[in-house]
């Protein structure tokens, strides 16, 4: 059996820009689930007052101890194979990607700091509690902002819109 799946261009199509909107840098949504069935998530939300640039700097922030992890691994095994002492090569590393992290933390105190942390733990098991409540208040706030961020790049909602909807889940997680 063969399944044919075609699609006809909207007649409404998005507008020109729509294509070329980059993701907004609103925050960011964990979740991690333990061996024991405990469901852990996080849901940061920057301030849509904090400039574009230091939003920007806070994500590579984020993601910079597996970055600096990773890079130093290789430059550390490269160094090893071009016959470098391991511990000249890890001061070397280290030279380089601490004063990196430090500045990253630094630069990016005052969006962390405003940024609005709703985060919630519940078991995996049990489907009721004052805990799932949590877990359900979050999803509600993570979902619609989620939604606004893909219907902005999407070109069904403008700027204005999107930051409507970033500014009300702000206010209702702080």
């Not at 101890?65 to 090893?80: K, Q, R, T």
């Amino acid at each position: 059996m063969v399944i044919e799946q075609r699609t006809t261009p909207s007649q409404h199509g998005a507008s020109p820009h729509a294509l070329h909107r980059s993701r907004p840098h609103w925050g960011y949504l964990s979740r991690s689930v333990s061996r024991y069935g405990v469901v852990s998530s996080t849901l940061v939300i920057y301030s849509p007052d904090a400039p574009a640039p230091e939003r920007r700097r806070a994500e590579l922030s984020r993601g910079y101890g597996v970055f600096a992890f990773g890079g130093g691994l290789l430059v550390w095994i490269g160094c090893a194979a071009a016959g470098i002492a391991p511990l000249a090569a890890l001061v070397a590393i280290a030279a380089v990607t601490v004063p990196v992290g430090i500045a990253l933390a630094r630069g990016t105190r005052a969006v962390r700091r405003t940024a609005a942390t709703v985060t919630a733990c519940c078991s995996g098991l049990r489907v009721d509690g004052e805990d799932r409540d949590a877990q359900r208040r979050l999803d509600a706030l993570a979902d619609s902002i989620q939604g606004a961020s893909a219907a902005y790049r999407a070109g069904a909602l403008d700027r204005e819109g999107f930051e409507r909807v970033w500014r009300a889940v702000y206010t209702h997680a702080a």
